[in-house]
C-alpha cells in the first residue's frame, strides 16, 4: 500500500483530537476523507504529510515513516493544504524555486520546471506577482504546482476545492483521475460530498477524531435507502398521513422525499391518485453519500 | 541535504532586509571612522607644521619646516598658505617633507595666519612673534594659531637657546608605548649666522622619572648617549625608541663653539596609537555601535523564524523532505553567519575609512580582538532572539525581545550601578562590577573585546574581573543554551 495510517493518536494540550486512526491509501485509488467540521480531518492530513507530529502511531508513506523516515517519506508525498500559506515577499516563480531547493534540483532546473507547472494550474500569467497579491484560490493552485515538483506518487488534498472557482474544481477534478490513471495514492478530505461520491474509490468517515466507517463508493451505494421523490400539486395533513403509512415522508418546500418505501413506485402513484392528489411527477432518488454519511454520523451520536 | 541548506543561507543571505543590515554594518564601520577622525584629529591634528622663519634677505623670508601626520610622518605633498585679512590667501606654496621656502616679507608681514593644508587636514599657524622681530633676532619659529594647539599632546621640549649662538627645539611625537615608537622633531637657527643652516652633533640618551631637565653637562650620570646624528639643516626628523622603563628624552647638541641639552618628559604624554585605540574601542566608538546593532539581529530573528512560524509559513516548507532540525539550523545559520561575517565588514570598513581620512589603522591583533568580540556578541544576542523566536508565541516575539534589548544593550551599566549600590560594594567596585556582569549578558564578549583593546594601550583602568576565557566561555554558553532550548521547544510545537 502506498499510504498507510497506523493507530494515530493526537493530542492538542490535553484534548484528544485523533483516537486510533488506521486506514491505508492503495496505489491508483482515490479514497475521500469525510467528516464534520473538527472532526480531525485536517489533523490527519497534517500528521500524514509530516508536519505534525503524531502522541503516537505512524503514518507510512511507500513504507517509510513520516515521523522517523521523515526526508524520506517527504519525497514521496504532495500536499495541498486547505488554507495555504507562504512567506509572502516572495515572487511566485522565485518561491517555487526556492522550495524545489529541497528536492536537490537545481536553480535553472527548478525554474524551468516551475514556469511549466504553473503554467500547467492556470498561474502562467502571475510567475512574478508576490505571493502577497494572490488570491486564496490561486494560492490552492501554486500549492498544487509545488505538490507536483518531485512528481510523488502519494497525494494528500486537504479541502482543495475550497476557494476554487468552477474551472479550478474542473481542473483538479481532472488531475485526480489523471493521477489515479498514473497510478498515484490521493487521500482527498472535502465538505463537498458530491465531488468525494464523483471521485473516491473508497470513502473514509472521521467522527470525533475516531474512524467511524470505511466504504467503497459501491458498499456506500448500496448502504443508501431507497427513496422517491415526488411534486404533489396540494400537501396537507392527509396527504402526510398517507404516506407515513408508505415510508418515511420528508418536506423539502413542494417536494416530498419519500425515503424507503414499503410499495413499488408505482403503487404508490396509484394510491396517492386514489386518494385524489394531483401527482405532477414522481421519481427515485440517487443514492447519496450525504444520506450515508448522516447515518453514520448520527449513528454514532 | 546540503545543497537545500546552501541554497536557504544564500536566500536568507540575499533577501534585502540582510543586505540592508550587512550594508548597515559597512555604513557603521565608516561612521565610526568618522567619529574616531572627528575625535581624534582634536588631539593629534593631520595637517602639522614644525618650522621656523628666518631672514634671508632681500625683502624675503625664507621658512624652513617639515609638515607632518598625527603619527609624526612627513607629508609628502602640502600646501602653505599666507592668509590675509578677510581670509584672502596672499600665497600659495606648494611644500612636501622637509621644505625651504623663500616668502616676501610683505606678503609675511600682512598675513594675520599661515595655514597648512594636507590630504586629509588642515590647520593654522603663526609666527610665534611679530614679523618685525625676524629683522632684529633673525628667525622666529612658528606655531599653533589656537591657544589649544600650542599645548596639544606631543608638543614637548623645552626650547633652551644658547644667546647670540644656537635656537635649538626640539619636539617628540610617542607614537606607541608599546613598541617605544617614536618620532623626534628638530628645529634649529645659528643665531651668529641665521644664513647658514647649523652644524651640531646630536645625542640622546633616557633618564628615569623625576628628572626635569636632565643631567647638566659634564653629570651624565647613569645617562647613556647615543649618537642620533648631524644636524645640518634647520629642521631634522629622527624616528627614535623609546623605553617603557624611563620618562625622560634627553638630547644633547655639541658643534663648534656651541653645546646644549634639551629634554622631554614623555610619560605623560599620550601615545598617538593610544588615543587612536581609545576612542575607536571606547564608549563613543564601537561600544556605540554595539548598542545600537543589536536591534538588526533582533529583526533577522524576526524575519527568519518568528514572523514565517507565526503565519504558519514554515509548516509548507516541513512539507518537503526537510526535518523540524533542518528548517531551524538553516535559518539559525542564515543569521549567525551574518552575525559573522556584519562584525568583519564593520571592522574591515572601520579600518579602510580609517586608512582613507587619519592615513592610519588598527592593527590586526586589536581588529581581532574587538572584531571577535563583536561577532561573539552579535551572534550571541541572535541566538537568543532567534530562540525567542521559535520558542515563545510569535505575538509576543517582538515585545520580549525588543524588552531584553534594552536591558541588555541599553540598560546594563545602570544595573551594575544597582547591584553595586545594593551589595553596599562603593563606586569604586563598579569597574570590577560592570566587567563581572558582562558574562551574565549575551553582548558582554564586546564590552571585554573593548575593555582588552583598551587595556592594551592603558586607555582603562586594569580590571580583575574581566578575562578573555571567562568572556569566551560565557558567549559560548549562551549560544549553546540558547541554540538548544530554542529547537527543543520548536520541535515539540504543533
Redesign the interface.
Known amino acids: 500500500m502506498a499510504i498507510e495510517f497506523r493507530d494515530v493518536t493526537k493530542y492538542?494540550g490535553k484534548k484528544r483530537v485523533l483516537e486510533n486512526v488506521s486506514f491505508t491509501v492503495e496505489k491508483g485509488e482515490v479514497v475521500g476523507y469525510v467528516g464534520l467540521n473538527g472532526a480531525g480531518k485536517t489533523t490527519t492530513i497534517?500528521i500524514g504529510?509530516?508536519?505534525?507530529?503524531p502522541s503516537s502511531g505512524d503514518v507510512l508513506v511507500e513504507g517509510y515513516s513520516v515521523v522517523r523516515e521523515?526526508?524520506?517519506a517527504?519525497?514521496h508525498?504532495g500536499?495541498v493544504?486547505e488554507y495555504?500559506?507562504?512567506?509572502?515577499d516572495f515572487k511566485a516563480l522565485d518561491y517555487f524555486v526556492?522550495?524545489a531547493?529541497?528536492?536537490?534540483i537545481s536553480g535553472g532546473e527548478a525554474r524551468r520546471l516551475g514556469r511549466r507547472l504553473l503554467e500547467e494550474v492556470g498561474l502562467g500569467d502571475a510567475l512574478d506577482k508576490k505571493l502577497a497579491e494572490y488570491s486564496q484560490g490561486m494560492k490552492k493552485r501554486f500549492?498544487l504546482a509545488?505538490s507536483m515538483i518531485n512528481e510523488p506518487e502519494n497525494y494528500f488534498f486537504d479541502e482543495v476545492l475550497n476557494g476554487l472557482d468552477p474551472q479550478g474544481i474542473a481542473f483538479f477534478r481532472d488531475l485526480v483521475l489523471r493521477l489515479k490513471r498514473k497510478g498515484c495514492a490521493i487521500l482527498f478530505s472535502s465538505h463537498i460530498l458530491s465531488e468525494v461520491e464523483n471521485l473516491a474509490d473508497r470513502v473514509v468517515f472521521i467522527h470525533r477524531g475516531r474512524i467511524v466507517a470505511v466504504h467503497t463508493m459501491d458498499e456506500i451505494k448500496g448502504m443508501a435507502k431507497p427513496a422517491l421523490r415526488i411534486k404533489v400539486g396540494r400537501i396537507d395533513e392527509g396527504l402526510m398521513e398517507t404516506l407515513k403509512s408508505l415510508g418515511e415522508p420528508e418536506r423539502k418546500g413542494r417536494i416530498i422525499v419519500l425515503r424507503n418505501p414499503s410499495r413499488s413506485p408505482d403503487e404508490i402513484l396509484r394510491i396517492l391518485v386514489e386518494k385524489g392528489y394531483p401527482v405532477e411527477a414522481m421519481a427515485p432518488v440517487e443514492p447519496s453519500l450525504e444520506e450515508v454519511f448522516f447515518r453514520i454520523i448520527g449513528e454514532r451520536r | 541535504?546540503l545543497?537545500?541548506i546552501l541554497?536557504?543561507f544564500k536566500?536568507a543571505l540575499l533577501r534585502p532586509a540582510t543586505l540592508l543590515a550587512l550594508l548597515l554594518f559597512v555604513l557603521g564601520g565608516a561612521a565610526l571612522s568618522y567619529l574616531v577622525y572627528g575625535t581624534f584629529i582634536n588631539m593629534y591634528p593631520q595637517a602639522n607644521l614644525y618650522a621656523v622663519a628666518v631672514a634671508s634677505g632681500n625683502d624675503t623670508v625664507a621658512i624652513h619646516g617639515i609638515v607632518y601626520d598625527a603619527y609624526g610622518r612627513p607629508v609628502d605633498s602640502a600646501t602653505l598658505k599666507l592668509v590675509g585679512g578677510g581670509d584672502t590667501v596672499l600665497a600659495e606654496i606648494r611644500v612636501g617633507g622637509i621644505f625651504h621656502v623663500e616668502v616676501p616679507l610683505g606678503k609675511l608681514k600682512e598675513a594675520s595666519k599661515i595655514v597648512v593644508e594636507t590630504g586629509s587636514g588642515r590647520e593654522e599657524y603663526r609666527l610665534l612673534g611679530p614679523v618685525s622681530a625676524i629683522d632684529k633676532v633673525g628667525f622666529m619659529p612658528l606655531g599653533a594659531a589656537g591657544v589649544s594647539r600650542s599645548l596639544a599632546p606631543g608638543e614637548g621640549g623645552v626650547p633652551e637657546m644658547e644667546i647670540a649662538k644656537l635656537y635649538f627645539e626640539a619636539k617628540m611625537i610617542l607614537v606607541s608605548m608599546k613598541s617605544g615608537e617614536s618620532v623626534l622633531l628638530i628645529r634649529a637657527v645659528n643665531l651668529t649666522d641665521p644664513h647658514s643652516p647649523p652644524h651640531v652633533v646630536l645625542e640622546y640618551g633616557f633618564a628615569e622619572g623625576g628628572v626635569v631637565s636632565g643631567p647638566r653637562e659634564g653629570e651624565t650620570g647613569s645617562i647613556h648617549y647615543r649618537r642620533l646624528g648631524v644636524l645640518d639643516d634647520y629642521v631634522a626628523y629622527y624616528r627614535i625608541r623609546v623605553p617603557g622603563n624611563a620618562s625622560v628624552l634627553v638630547i644633547r647638541y655639541s658643534g663648534g663653539n656651541v653645546s646644549g641639552e634639551v629634554s622631554i618628559t614623555y610619560s605623560f604624554m599620550i601615545p598617538v596609537e593610544a588615543a587612536y585605540a581609545g576612542v575607536v574601542a571606547g564608549s563613543t566608538g564601537i561600544s556605540l555601535f554595539a548598542q545600537f546593532f543589536p536591534i538588526i539581529f533582533l529583526y533577522l530573528a524576526n524575519m527568519l523564524m518568528a514572523k514565517?512560524r507565526g503565519?504558519?509559513?514554515l509548516?509548507?516548507?516541513?512539507?518537503?523532505?526537510?526535518?523540524r532540525w533542518?528548517i531551524y539550523v538553516t535559518r539559525y545559520s542564515a543569521g549567525a553567519l551574518i552575525a559573522v561575517v556584519a562584525p568583519l565588514l564593520f571592522i574591515a570598513a572601520m579600518m579602510a575609512t580609517n586608512k582613507l581620512l587619519l592615513g592610519v589603522t588598527m592593527n590586526m591583533d586589536d581588529a581581532l580582538v574587538l572584531a571577535l568580540g563583536l561577532m561573539g556578541a552579535m551572534t550571541a544576542f541572535y541566538t537568543l532572539s532567534y530562540m525567542l523566536a521559535a520558542s515563545i508565541k510569535p505575538g509576543r516575539y517582538l515585545t520580549v525581545s525588543i524588552l531584553l534589548y534594552v536591558v541588555f544593550a541599553l540598560f546594563w551599566s545602570a544595573i551594575a550601578l544597582i547591584v553595586v549600590m545594593v551589595l553596599g560594594a562603593g563606586y569604586s567596585a563598579l569597574h570590577d562590577t560592570t566587567y563581572a556582569m558582562a558574562y551574565f549578558n549575551p553582548l558582554g564578549a564586546s564590552s571585554i573585546a573593548s575593555y582588552l583593546v583598551q587595556r592594551d594601550y592603558g586607555a582603562v583602568a586594569e580590571a580583575s574581573t574581566a578575562s578573555p576565557w571567562l568572556a569566551t566561555l560565557s558567549t559560548l554558553l549562551w549560544i549553546t543554551l540558547c541554540f538548544t532550548i530554542g529547537y527543543f521547544r520548536f520541535r515539540s510545537q504543533?
Not at chain 1, 49 to 53: A, I, N, T, Y
Not at chain 1, 84 to 88: A, G, K, N, R, Y
Not at chain 1, 101 to 104: C, E, K, R, T, V
Not at chain 2, 315 to 323: C, G, N, Q, S
Open positions: 492538542f497534517r504529510v509530516g508536519v505534525l507530529r521523515k526526508r524520506r517527504s519525497m508525498i500536499w493544504p495555504p500559506i507562504f512567506e509572502q526556492y522550495l531547493g529541497y528536492y536537490g500549492a509545488v | 541535504m545543497a537545500p541554497y536557504d536566500r514565517p503565519s504558519g509559513a509548516e509548507f516548507i516541513l512539507a518537503r523532505p526537510v526535518t533542518d504543533d
